[in-house]
């Protein structure tokens, strides 16, 4: 595996597993009454993710050597640049309904959660995609 796949392979496991546990938890104690639990139980899953990525990114580095000193070249930013292309749409879709359709019909613990889904997932389909591209060698 490159460098930047095992980095893609990483920030995918560690914002799927988190995010997961995140959603499970608010899925089945709605945090109706008190937005400010959800923004702890939030703060403490974020600092979750970060701990997880930044360990497995030194781990990754220091295992790399060279390579992970080395500048994105070419296809590493042609990769990258497709992972952001396939995901912007999805997260413009998922602002839309959470700006334009969700203030009508939902309370603000629904709303902010729904944002913070639409960033997962667009986080989660960029990073799918470089993997994916990594993986059938796509360059360009």
Do not use: C, Q
């Not at 979750?48 to 050597?65: E, K």
């Not at 070249?73 to 749409?89: K, Q």
């Not at 959660?113 to 960033?119: D, G, P």
Request: overall charge positive; hydrophobic content about 55%.
């Amino acid at each position: 595996m490159a460098y930047r796949e095992k980095l893609a392979g990483l920030n995918l496991a560690a914002m799927a597993l988190v995010y997961a546990v995140y959603f499970t938890l608010v899925a089945v104690r709605p945090p109706v009454a008190r937005l400010i639990d959800m923004l702890w139980l939030f703060g403490i899953i974020a600092t979750a993710h970060a701990f997880l990525v930044g360990l497995g990114t030194l781990l990754i580095r220091f295992s790399a050597g060279r390579e992970g000193a080395a500048p994105p070249d070419e296809r590493d930013r042609a990769i990258a640049r497709r992972g952001r292309s396939v995901a912007y749409p999805m997260l413009l879709a998922g602002i839309i309904l959470v700006g334009i359709v969700m203030p009508f019909s939902e309370p603000p613990a629904a709303i902010v959660n729904a944002t913070l889904l639409a960033i997962v997932i667009a986080e989660l389909t960029h990073y799918g995609t470089v993997l994916t591209g990594y993986r059938r060698g796509w360059h360009g």
